[in-house]
């Protein structure tokens, strides 16, 4: 009952939730097009920042690396506009205290994101801050993309039906272990990718991010797979896992083996390279999504809960 009352007061605003969506979207295409600066090598070859041969948006030639480079800063410009726009509509029409703050969270998150940008070219791309930044505009994708959910319909306007889970670990836990070893391989494969460590660490975690992944795929869809909120992020999981694993093997010959004594960049690297960074974050948000969504139809079962949903039968 309570819960209906809530979400009378909480109508789904269709712009607001649009305009979500395309800001998550947006934000892949300026993750891939960063990658394409990485893996074309292309960090330095517009030297000042912010501004870019001391114009803000002046065209330059499109010579060697300065294509991929500036293309990405002006994505990321306007990245920043659409994160601002979010942030003011949330917070002139959202009812919801804590989603403001997350739309807040985006925008703060995605002007540290430029920063460090800027800190990587003014610095002379060091690996830390060059890593930070790949990790940091997964962390801010990972946030647009559950404004994108929270804004969604089907989170406003259905009941959710909630079953408590009795096993230990939990499904909850298993993928927030799912979340921490996904955080840990992107570190990794961001000090590799930028010159600040050996690839052997990133293989190694590779090995158990497909254990720990798989096993809260099979728990999610051996036991809830009739809860369609779980089933699909559980099985799109599942599948973008896959796909990352055959890329991170393309991205390992074309870079490590093949490519030693190549000129790179050579297409077939950069293809793989760039696919395997997409999919990553993809694969990232998409888990975090199989996270809220277990949080929300599949609680972890405490005794006082137990007690109270039995009390209470329509509280839960
Ligand atoms: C205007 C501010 C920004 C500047 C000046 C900037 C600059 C750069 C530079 C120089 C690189 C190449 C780094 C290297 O190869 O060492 C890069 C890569 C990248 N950028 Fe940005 N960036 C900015 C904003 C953003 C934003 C807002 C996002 C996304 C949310 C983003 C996502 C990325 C990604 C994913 C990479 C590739 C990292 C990798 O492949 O390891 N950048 N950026
Ligand atoms: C599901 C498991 C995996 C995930 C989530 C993952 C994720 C990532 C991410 C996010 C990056 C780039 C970080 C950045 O933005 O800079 C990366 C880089 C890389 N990964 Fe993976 N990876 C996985 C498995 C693998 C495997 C199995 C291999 C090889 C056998 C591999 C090889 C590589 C290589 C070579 C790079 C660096 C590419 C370059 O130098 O341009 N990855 N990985």
Redesign the pocket.
């Known amino acids: 009952m309570g819960t209906n009352l809530k979400n009378l007061e909480l109508p789904y605003n269709r712009g607001h939730h649009f305009f979500a969506i395309f800001t998550a979207c947006a ?1 892949l295409v ?2 891939t ?3 394409l ?3 074309n ?4 070859s517009v030297p000042d ?2 501004t870019s041969f001391g114009y803000l948006v002046k065209v330059p030639h499109f010579v060697g690396g300065i294509r991929y ?1 500036w293309t ?2 002006m994505l ?2 306007s ?2 506009t659409l994160t601002l726009a979010i942030a003011l509509w949330t917070l002139a029409v959202e009812k919801r205290r804590w989603l403001r703050w997350l739309a807040l969270a985006a925008l703060g998150t ?1 002007i540290a ?2 920063i ?3 800190l ?2 003014l610095l002379l ?1 060091p690996p830390a801050v ?2 930070a ?2 990790s ?3 962390t ?2 990972c946030i647009a993309v559950i404004i994108a959910v929270f804004t969604g319909r089907q989170w406003i306007e259905e009941q959710p039906r909630v079953e408590f889970d009795q096993r230990r670990p939990s499904l909850f836990t298993l993928t927030l272990l799912s979340i921490f070893v996904l955080y840990v391989q992107l570190v990794l494969g ?1 000090m590799f ?2 010159h600040g460590l050996s690839w052997w660490p990133h293989v190694l975690n590779a090995v158990v991010v497909s254990f720990v992944l798989a096993w809260t795929a099979v728990r999610a869809l051996s036991h809830y797979s009739h809860i369609e909120a779980v089933r699909r992020p559980a099985i799109l999981m599942l599948s973008l896992m896959i796909a990352q694993l055959c890329l991170g093997f393309a991205a390992f010959l074309t870079r490590v083996e093949w490519g030693k004594d190549a000129v790179q960049p050579e297409l077939p690297m950069v293809l793989s ?1 760039v696919a395997h ?1 997409a999919v990553g ?1 993809l694969l990232l948000a998409t888990t975090v999504v199989l996270a809220i969504q277990v949080w929300r139809h599949i609680p972890v079962a405490f005794e006082e809960r137990l007690l109270e949903a039995e009390r209470n039968p329509s509280a839960a």
């Open positions: 934000t300026v993750i097009a960063g990658a600066v990485t893996s090598d292309a960090g330095l920042w912010p480079e990405h800063r990321a410009g990245l920043v995605v994101q430029a460090l940008g800027g990587t070219v791309q060059s890593a930044h790949a940091v505009a997964q801010f994708f961001a990718r930028h390279t960074v974050a």
